[in-house]
């Protein structure tokens, strides 16, 4: 199937800002499924509530658009209920880390089979620019007018205390290996994280004086460098990209199905 096999063209053009780094997103996503051929029909898209939310309304799936910071909990029922479905959730800060940090560290626990995409642009664009769990220290908000005084999250090394079996890293400028990470993490048996640093020019950009989204691209392909490179050795401040978790771990809906064969079994066994 080609890309526009897989979007719903009547809902274009999108509502997110001139600029903003979701639309890279979306276009690296469905550059990965098609690469996979995967049929329309075998994927779920599940969402909160957020700019990066809208993403679902956007893709020719099965989608979900349900409440905020719950995404991942929906995504598991769609999951348990047809385990051969592929389940992608994109989220946003808030939807993954703050309402949804529970349950975030939870299906990262249980290794449930599934991709959580999130999209960290370090502020909450959709309601009015509020610092997020992801802003980080000294960053200025709507709600942090004299500089943010909360360390952020690391989505990485969170999701690899938690027991994610697949943990990536990768930016918007970077976006052929966005599309790539994307399409190994769609195929991984197990919970998949992929964080996507991403711009948000409308909010972050103006209110940390950092420019337009092309000077924001290029910071991130400035701040970050490949895991292990030189450059990180010499600029320890630099921010790594890459796949940092590859491993495979009993998946729960597996696991789950052989509680009830054996419960099955039992059963029989017993004469009920």
Not at 139 to 146: E, L, N, V
Not at 212 to 224: H, I, L, P, S
Request: charged content about 20%.
């Amino acid at each position: 199937m080609a890309i526009k096999d897989y979007i719903r063209e009547r809902f274009f053009p999108h509502m997110w800002c001139p600029g903003c780094g979701h639309g890279v997103v979306l276009n690296a996503m469905l550059r990965a499924i098609e690469n996979l051929g995967l049929n329309k029909n075998d994927i779920v898209m599940v969402s909160g509530i957020g700019c990066s939310s809208r993403i679902s309304g956007y893709v020719d799936f099965h989608t979900l658009h349900t409440v905020h910071g719950r995404a991942l909990a929906f995504a598991t029922g769609v999951k348990m209920s047809r385990p051969e479905l592929h389940l992608i959730v994109p989220m946003g800060d808030g939807d993954a880390l703050a309402i949804g940090g529970n349950h975030f560290i939870h299906a990262a626990r249980r290794n449930i089979d599934m991709t959580a995409v999130v999209m960290n642009n370090r502020i909450y664009g959709m309601t009015g620019g509020q610092y997020s769990p992801l802003s980080g220290y000294g960053i200025s908000a709507t709600t942090a007018p004299y500089g943010n005084i909360d360390q952020g999250f690391d989505i990485v090394e969170l999701a690899k205390a938690a027991g994610a079996t697949f943990v990536a890293r990768t930016t918007t400028y970077h976006v052929q290996q966005t599309a790539d990470i994307l399409q190994e993490a769609i195929l991984h048996k197990g919970f998949s994280v992929v964080e996507v640093m991403s711009q948000c020019p409308t909010y972050f950009g103006r209110k940390n004086k950092e420019g337009g989204a092309v000077e924001m691209m290029k910071r991130m392909k400035d701040m970050t460098t490949p895991i292990g490179s030189k450059a990180k050795e010499a600029h320890p401040e630099l921010i790594e990209r890459g796949i940092f978790v590859r491993k495979e771990l009993p998946e729960y809906c597996s696991e789950y199905n052989k509680i009830i064969e054996h419960a099955q079994k039992e059963a029989i066994r017993k004469g009920r």
